[in-house]
């Protein structure tokens, strides 16, 4: 049973009024001269799908928004798409059999509410699947499989009409194409898909991990590294020439102390607090230099003050004499208007000049008031930090004395024993930095031994991923094999049927699923006469009348085909037997399956067996759109095909 799809209906809304076209038919064409938008509808199908439909300038410029009415599986949506640039990423979407509006979807697949995630959950399809390169030939985990790839087996554009099937061509969309040929015929589940990924990413892992390893490893024996067990040797004898040493350290202070007798012990104890002293005193002298810095800044700011003051008064004294006795603007005279006392002789307004005479003043003597104060605190100032300075001084030469004397008292008694206390801290802390060395030695080598662990764990679950995905390969097969039998007995008989000219065997490869003619990849065949196109069309509908017949198949049957005899020319025979497939697959799987063909010329002797909309210049596609004639346009993949 073949999961459904259905286009219902499409209604495109312009600056000119709206257009609909209804697909009731198992079979629709879409006739017409080339020209007149069938390309324009179908690649607007794309677009309100959720693609990157190739749009045309009658679209771009006149088209606002466009609708689907489609049957997924066992639902209905109404999927509506603006335009507008600043629109077009979200996609309303009505349930059709609830009447319910839903929230608006993402066209970008990897965003949750997307429309892709609507669609293959409709299909009966994970959403999270990837399709991974052929295991062992990658790292990757391979890309995420959307309804976009779906699409690619439903819908055939121009472009590619005479030229490629799925874009096989392609070299780098291969594992996606072979992964959802693999997913629609159910050659594949799922968790298939999930442990090609793994492989893929734990083969990258490995080899990563491998990388390390050796990185490391090459290292050690490039700096000449001792080995791990030289290491731990050396380390070894580090620590015990570090506890004999500590014992005869521990000895020898037992020696020293008694000879510290009260008087020796008096003078270190005058000597600790001269020091303590002379500390306090220096922070002191830098704090003193710091208090005078920030006072003599300040002084600097007041008499910087008291300079601006000085001016302002100048300035205002010297023009205060200036008596206008010309308009400055109209040079007029001004000494025989007459001016009430107290005014402006200028512009008569009341003269409101008030000396400000107080005010500076005022101000002034606050500046020197602080002037003053600023001048004891920096007097001040100055008197402790020569104290402090002396102070300094005091205490060094306490702490000389002192010394000598301590020297002079110690010299015979302690100094020696001291000696060889000096000499064996000495050697202790050689043996700890021998022993840290040696430490870090051994723990690089741990790092070795852990990235050889890891490095091991993860080829492990690589290799047990791999016979996974082995198993359930050999579980699958004998599927495969009946599958693509099955398809290549289809192909084989629509292509003898359609007689195509120097085809004598066709068959469908067993890995890459792709037509073969006379045993050699389409591709490398003839292209001549249209035989690509007539491969195509003999290629989709064996896909479609396997799908149909068998069960737990999850393909689509919904097929666009766009402008088949595009590339036919005069091969009436071969166009004849095209449209007498199609016919056929429609008549045999009613209500099963819906092909919709885009054509500008069609077999007469058919015409009756399907749904037909005539286009012309006088009536396009967009017909609210008036059409600007034959010449007036560039079909839409011309230059492609």
Not at 593 to 607: E, F, G, K, N, T
Request: glycine fraction near 6%.
């Amino acid at each position: 049973m073949t999961t459904k799809f259905r286009l219902e209906k499409v209604e495109i809304h312009s600056t000119e009024g709206p257009v609909q076209y209804q697909f009731p038919s198992d079979l629709t064409v879409l006739a017409g001269p080339t020209g007149v938008g069938k390309t324009t509808l179908l690649e607007l199908i794309k677009w309100g799908l959720g693609g990157d439909g190739q749009l045309a300038p009658v679209v771009t410029e006149n088209v606002l928004d466009l609708s689907l009415q489609v049957s997924v599986g066992e639902s209905r949506f109404r999927l509506s798409r603006s335009l507008d640039p600043q629109k077009r990423n979200n996609v309303r979407v009505t349930d059709l059999v609830t009447g319910e509006r839903l929230r608006d979807h993402q066209v970008k697949s990897g965003e949750d509410g997307s429309l892709n995630a609507l669609l293959m959950t409709s299909l009966g399809l994970p959403t999270d699947m990837r399709a991974a390169a052929q295991t062992g030939r990658s790292t990757k985990a391979g890309s995420r499989i959307t309804f976009a790839d779906i699409f690619t087996y439903m819908y055939v554009p121009q472009s590619e009409i005479n030229r490629d099937i799925a874009r096989s061509q392609d070299s780098y969309l291969e594992p996606k194409r072979k992964a959802v040929f693999e997913l629609i015929f159910a050659l594949a589940d799922p968790e298939l898909f999930d442990k090609r990924s793994e492989a893929n990413t734990l083969k990258g892992m490995v080899e990563e991990a491998s990388d390390h390893h050796k990185k490391i490893l090459q290292f050690l024996r490039d700096s000449n590294t001792q080995s791990k067990e030289e290491a731990e040797q050396e380390r070894e004898k580090a620590l015990d020439s570090q506890r004999e040493a500590e014992e005869q350290r521990t000895q020898l202070r037992d020696d020293i102390d008694p000879v510290t007798d009260r008087e020796t012990q008096a003078l270190r104890d005058l000597l600790s607090e001269a020091e303590r002293s002379l500390a306090d005193a220096r922070s002191t002298a830098v704090f003193l230099g710091r208090q005078a810095e920030e006072l003599s800044g300040e002084r600097r700011r007041v008499n910087a003050d008291l300079a601006r003051l000085n001016r302002m008064r100048d300035a205002g004294e010297r023009l205060a004499q200036i008596e206008f006795t010309t308009c400055p603007r109209c040079m007029q005279a001004l000494k025989t208007r007459e001016v009430p006392h107290g005014h402006c002789r200028l512009c008569l307004l009341p003269d409101e000049a008030a000396s400000t005479d107080e005010l500076d003043q005022y101000e002034t003597v606050q500046l020197m008031d602080q002037m003053e104060e600023m001048e004891k605190q920096l007097a001040f100032v100055d008197q402790q930090t020569q104290n402090a300075r002396q102070l300094i001084l005091d205490r060094q030469k306490l702490v000389r004395h002192l010394e000598a004397a301590i020297d002079t008292r110690t010299a015979n008694r302690v100094s020696p024993r001291l000696q060889a206390y000096s000499d064996i801290s000495e050697k202790i802390a050689a043996s700890r930095v021998a022993q840290k060395y040696f430490e870090n030695v051994l723990q690089q080598w741990d790092r070795v031994a852990d990235l050889a662990n890891v490095e091991d764990e993860l080829r492990k679950k690589y290799e047990r991923t791999v016979r996974e995905i082995e198993q359930k390969d050999s579980e699958l097969q004998e599927r495969r094999r009946y599958i693509v039998g099955e398809i290549s007995k289809e192909f084989n008989r629509v292509v003898s049927d359609l007689q195509i000219p120097g085809v004598k065997e066709a068959s469908i490869h067993e890995t890459n699923y792709l037509p073969l003619l006379n045993g050699k990849p389409f591709k490398h065949f003839s292209r001549g006469g249209g035989i690509v196109t007539a491969t195509q069309v003999a290629y989709w509908t064996a896909l479609l009348a396997v799908a149909l017949r068998e069960r737990g198949v999850p393909y689509p049957t919904f097929l666009l085909l766009d402008s088949p005899r595009l590339a036919l020319n005069e091969e009436q025979d071969l166009t004849s037997g095209l449209y007498r497939r199609l016919v056929t697959l429609a008549e045999a799987n009613s209500g099963r399956v819906q092909i919709i063909v885009a054509d500008h010329a069609l077999p007469a002797v058919y015409r009756k067996d399907y749904a037909e909309i005539a286009f012309s210049y006088a009536k396009p596609t967009i017909s609210s759109v008036k059409h600007p004639g034959k010449g007036g346009v560039k079909p839409l993949g011309a230059t492609a095909g």
